[in-house]
């Protein structure tokens, strides 16, 4: 319920941002700041995978319900203990992972209606807004986002209609609102959006080679497997027994990668807390919460903790960072910290 009633609170601020509130913004932040370092961590190929809504001590805690995660990775990888989420709801999140936009009225209602971004407010950019894919295609590399249950390539609403998939249906789990890639016009204008904006089941062909693996590749479960309904439309738990039961299915086999083997990082995170709006690294206002995440890789010592605090926008500039690409919008936050020596050994 506390979802849907952000919802509708943001489609009430979304009114009174577009009638001449005094707080909207006028543009999206700043495309580019920072330059990263030198060189990255030797680190060619990344995988994220993202989980939803649960808080540090639900997901890592002693109780937690997701046994796999805890039990067989945690113990596998390092532990970020102090990784926060940038906003409240799902969306927001998602679009700050790979472009280091803030949230706004619209995103934090998580887009119900497919509407431009115009003076500060929608969620679908225009292309002259960049995200890391964007970059990684400028620069010769590659990537994809693998959407469970998406089914057909680059699906997302036409502008102005509404989300049909904000409640999950019986074969379809999808959620636009999960899917980052369509919120932008730099990638759905174009025809690469069908070639990489692909359904899940791409992924077991695309990592059988490291020369089909992308070097980005952007791992989202449906609405069931990724922690969100509890209990599932179809009659599956849900919450986090559903995604551990996901994971325990297909990090063994990217572990098993050539790709990853090679040079990979693996990144299980979630998208935010939803009963916490606590933040770091120099956020103003409020935040997502704290959510953890964990971190694998031949790069990573294993069986490790980490308490440097870390958040979203921090994944996107450790990605840029990893390719020598500069730091897009947020990512480049004079308190930000990226991923450095505390991470890789």
């Known amino acids: 319920m506390r979802r849907y009633f952000l919802i509708l609170t943001a489609l009430v601020l979304v009114a009174a941002c577009s009638s001449g509130s005094s707080t909207a913004k006028t543009s999206p932040t700043a495309a580019t700041t920072t330059v990263p370092v030198a060189s990255g961590p030797n680190v060619g190929h990344v995988f994220v995978i993202n989980l939803e809504n649960k808080d540090y001590r639900t997901t890592w805690g002693p109780q937690s319900l997701a046994k796999y995660l805890n039990g067989t990775l945690v113990p596998m990888g390092q532990l970020l203990t102090?990784?926060?989420?940038?906003?409240?709801?799902?969306?927001?999140?998602?679009?700050?992972?790979?472009?280091?936009?803030?949230?706004?009225?619209?995103?934090?209602?998580?887009?119900?209606?497919?509407?431009?971004?115009?003076?500060?407010?929608?969620?679908?950019?225009?292309?002259?807004?960049?995200?890391?894919?964007?970059?990684?295609?400028?620069?010769?590399?590659?990537?994809?986002?693998?959407?469970?249950?998406?089914?057909?390539?680059?699906?997302?609403?036409?502008?102005?209609?509404?989300?049909?998939?904000?409640?999950?249906?019986?074969?379809?789990?999808?959620?636009?609102?999960?899917?980052?890639?369509?919120?932008?016009?730099?990638?759905?204008?174009?025809?690469?959006?069908?070639?990489?904006?692909?359904?899940?089941?791409?992924?077991?062909?695309?990592?059988?080679?490291?020369?089909?693996?992308?070097?980005?590749?952007?791992?989202?479960?449906?609405?069931?497997?990724?922690?969100?309904?509890?209990?599932?439309?179809?009659?599956?738990?849900?919450?986090?027994?559903?995604?551990?039961?996901?994971?325990?299915?297909?990090?063994?086999?990217i572990l098993a990668s050539p790709a990853y083997k090679a040079d990979g990082l693996l990144v299980i995170t979630l998208d935010e807390s939803e009963d916490d709006s606590s933040s770091c690294c120099g956020q103003k206002g409020s935040g997502g919460g704290r959510i953890g995440t964990l971190l694998l890789s031949p790069r990573v010592e294993a069986g490790t903790t980490n308490k440097t605090p870390y958040n979203h926008d921090s994944l996107l500039c450790s990605i840029e960072d990893v390719f020598g690409l500069p730091h897009l919008a947020g990512a480049g936050a004079p308190k930000l910290k990226c991923f450095g020596d505390d991470v890789y050994s």
């Open 82 to 253: 102090q990784y926060y989420a940038t906003s409240h709801a799902s969306l927001g999140n998602y679009i700050t992972q790979i472009s280091g936009q803030p949230s706004n009225a619209a995103t934090n209602g998580d887009c119900i209606t497919f509407t431009e971004y115009r003076n500060g407010q929608g969620c679908v950019y225009p292309s002259s807004v960049k995200t890391v894919a964007d970059q990684l295609d400028g620069a010769g590399k590659s990537w994809k986002s693998y959407q469970e249950d998406m089914t057909t390539p680059c699906r997302h609403p036409n502008i102005g209609d509404g989300d049909s998939t904000v409640v999950a249906r019986v074969g379809d789990m999808y959620a636009t609102r999960h899917n980052p890639f369509v919120y932008f016009h730099s990638i759905i204008d174009t025809p690469q959006c069908k070639a990489d904006v692909v359904d899940l089941d791409a992924l077991d062909a695309d990592i059988a080679a490291s020369e089909r693996t992308p070097n980005l590749a952007y791992i989202t479960p449906n609405l069931c497997h990724d922690g969100h309904d509890t209990p599932c439309v179809d009659g599956q738990p849900g919450g986090l027994v559903s995604a551990d039961k996901f994971l325990s299915t297909w990090v063994p086999k």
